[in-house]
Nanobody, 124 residues
């Protein structure tokens, strides 16, 4: 079972990126909550955004509210993170994760499948 994140890159502050997450097995993400986390060098992995199994509920870290949008497409089994108004402090490796249940909570303990991540670098 694999989750593959893609779409990262290098942008200037104020720019935008859209990250994508694909699963190797349909059943992993179609009935489970999903989330994006990020980890910067020397820092703890932190929650960014979560979405429930059907896409009807989302939650965000305070630091990204109003700038990032998580979404999912159950027909293609993809999860996305649209990141606008990027800041240098958003620089990190971004990882997608599949939850143990249908919710998209903010705790790392809620997730048992993790992708390898994609690098996002924001320059000032």
């Amino acid at each position: 079972v694999q989750l593959q994140a893609s779409g990262g890159g290098s942008v200037q502050a104020g720019g935008s990126l859209r990250l994508s997450c694909a699963a190797s097995r349909r059943t992993i993400i179609s009935n489970n909550g999903m989330a994006w986390f990020r980890q910067a060098p020397g820092k703890e992995r932190e929650f960014v955004a979560g979405i429930n199994w059907i896409g009807s509920a989302t939650n965000y870290a305070d630091s990204v509210k109003g700038r990032f949008t998580i979404s999912r497409d159950r027909t293609t089994n993809m999860v996305y993170l649209l990141m606008n108004s990027l800041r240098p402090e958003d620089t990190a490796v971004y990882l997608c994760a599949a939850a143990r249940s249908t919710g998209g909570g903010s705790s790392r303990r809620d997730y048992n499948y993790w992708g390898q991540g994609t690098q996002v670098t924001v320059s000032s």
